[in-house]
């Protein structure tokens, strides 16, 4: 089976612009986690969506939303960054039953100039 | 809210020593606990799980943990640690449904050959 996909891998962006960031679920998982990963805040979660459903919210702004498609792929959007944003942006795919084990991407390296 | 902590920030250890990382969580209710593993340059990958029965648990390369429920603890163990164990590792807990892991601040370690 193919791993969870993130794309892209790296991201430069500038204060103010927004941007979209994808990623693609192992097939048959429907559950998509999306986590923060900064060296002064560690591993922060964003976001689950399940079944194009979200179904539980990090303490994050309104600036950071996400969706999922009917495909479970799903991707997450910040508006208005931020120079703080600038971070490695990890999303996990989850067995749908059994033990419901998290499987990570590689990550998608925003870099906020 | 739960929160998991882990005390040691940087650990360096030589070659064939023995391994105790801390994991504290606060929550009072059924928890799932993880560690997860990143390896320089690569993805976030579980290293073992505890749900429920055996609160000594092992995982993958030799590592194992033991769930203390009266101390609220999953210190993660190795008997003895290789150079290819230098990573950072993190412990996570799950508390509710849906797959919303919250993370502790992880832990570099370095092995020394």
């Known amino acids: 089976k193919a791993g969870v996909t993130q794309t892209p891998r790296y991201l430069i962006k500038t204060r103010g612009q927004q941007v979209t960031l994808s990623c693609s679920p192992i097939s048959g998982h429907r559950s998509v986690s999306w986590y923060q990963q900064t060296p002064g805040q560690g591993l922060q979660f964003l976001f689950e969506y399940f079944s194009e459903t979200q179904r539980n919210k990090g303490n994050f702004p309104g600036r950071f939303s996400g969706r999922q498609f009917s495909n479970s792929r799903s991707e997450m959007n910040v508006s208005t960054l931020e120079l703080g944003d600038s971070a490695l942006y990890l999303c996990?795919?989850?067995?749908?039953?059994?033990?419901?084990?998290?499987?990570f991407g590689p990550g998608t390296r925003l870099t906020v100039l | 809210a739960q929160s998991v902590s882990q005390h040691n920030h940087h650990v360096i250890l030589s070659e064939a020593a023995s391994l105790e990382l801390g994991c504290n969580y606060s929550?009072?209710?059924?928890?799932?606990l993880f560690w997860y593993v990143q390896y320089p340059g690569q993805h976030l990958q579980l290293l073992l799980k505890y749900f429920s029965g055996d609160p000594l648990v092992k995982g993958i390369k030799g590592f194992e943990a033991e769930f203390i429920k009266s101390k609220f603890s999953f210190n993660l163990r190795k008997p003895s640690v290789q150079w290819s164990d230098t990573a950072e590792y993190f412990c996570?807990?799950?508390?509710?449904?849906?797959?919303?892991?919250?993370f502790g601040g992880g832990t570099r370690l370095m092995v020394k050959p």
């Open positions: 996990a795919s989850t067995e749908t039953s059994g033990v419901r084990e998290q499987f």
């Open positions: 996570a807990v799950r508390v509710k449904a849906g797959n919303m892991l919250t």
């Open positions: 929550y009072g209710g059924t928890v799932n």
